[in-house]
């Protein structure tokens, strides 16, 4: 019994130190695989960004999962051409019309609300040339705005908000051109800048507004509480299936996070301290069925 313990143990040597070599001899490699699995690639809309939410939830999701969050901030409309391309790991967008077309496709899946606010139409109180104070009728506001060649600055950017924007247009029957309709192709805290300082009227979600509003000035929310100014933001993942090399596992991690109670809770809280009001209100568990879509 004696011997044949000592040839276990011996054996269990020789196999730690050939497991021990081979783990050095792999370790670039394994490192290097490793690494990249430890990024996760989020494209997401400029709002969420210029909002000054990343700053809450970042760092939180990184402490709790260990992966490294490597955001893209740009327009829905390019995070979407993106994903379709398997260039993203996730999602995190704000326009379900589009969003259901690229997942009927089958590039996206596992698409969950997260968390809602509104659109408000923002401009210059003084003048309100356009007299869309205290409306609460988007297109009936989009119609004087372009009756009154009032100036409209748009983000012209493919964002979900530039998307709601071009729909909005199109129900009032307009085809907005002309000096008095502006495009930045820019996000929108650049896009609200550029409103202020021309003292122009444009689209904007209200949790940038409210976040960048200290350096606005000029602008005041003139139009709000239409229904069609519901602002739904979903999260969803780059199909494994349709590309492999996705990093499927974070993008669920990713997900998860967001719907968790704590994300619900950083999500619930941001904005509250500072502004005395949430940008966002969550929505963990619903579906856009909720909101009548």
């Known amino acids: 019994m004696v011997q044949r313990r000592f040839v276990i143990a011996a054996l269990a040597s020789c196999l730690a130190i050939v497991t021990a070599n081979t783990s ?33 939830l970042v760092p939180a999701f990184e402490k709790k999962t260990g992966y490294r969050l490597k955001k893209v901030a740009v327009g829905t409309g390019q995070a979407l051409a993106l994903a379709e391309k398997g260039e993203v790991d996730a999602l ?15 590039a996206v899946t596992n698409r969950r609300l997260v968390m809602h606010n509104d659109f408000v139409i923002v401009g210059p109180g003084n003048p309100d040339k356009a007299k869309i104070r205290g409306s609460k ?55 609200l800048q550029v409103a202020n300082q021309k003292l122009g009227y444009t689209l904007a979600d209200r949790a940038t507004y409210i976040f960048q509003k200290k350096n606005l000035t000029s602008l005041q929310v003139l139009v709000e509480g ?44 941001h904005g509250k301290q500072e502004f005395g009001q949430p940008l966002f209100f969550v929505d963990g568990g619903k579906s856009e069925k909720d909101y009548g879509f």
């Open 24 to 56: 050095n001899l792999l370790t670039p490699q394994a490192n290097a695989q490793s690494a990249r699995n430890r990024n996760v690639i989020v494209a997401m809309t400029t709002s969420i960004e210029d909002s000054g939410l990343l700053d809450d």
């Open 92 to 106: 995190f967008v704000n326009s379900p019309k589009a969003e259901r077309k690229v997942l009927q496709g089958g």
């Open 137 to 191: 009728n988007a297109v009936q506001a989009f119609n004087a705005i372009a009756k009154n060649q009032a100036l409209f600055v748009s983000r012209g950017d493919d964002s979900g908000t530039n998307k709601l924007e071009k729909d909005l247009w199109q129900q009032a029957n307009i085809n907005p051109a002309g000096s008095w309709y502006q495009q930045t192709g820019s996000g929108m805290a650049k896009t």
């Open 226 to 269: 239409d229904r069609k100014l519901l602002n739904l933001y979903h999260v969803m993942q780059v199909n494994p299936q349709k590309f492999p090399k996705v990093n499927s596992a974070g993008a669920k991690a990713f997900i998860d996070f967001v719907l968790s109670p704590e994300g619900q809770r950083i999500i619930a809280a």
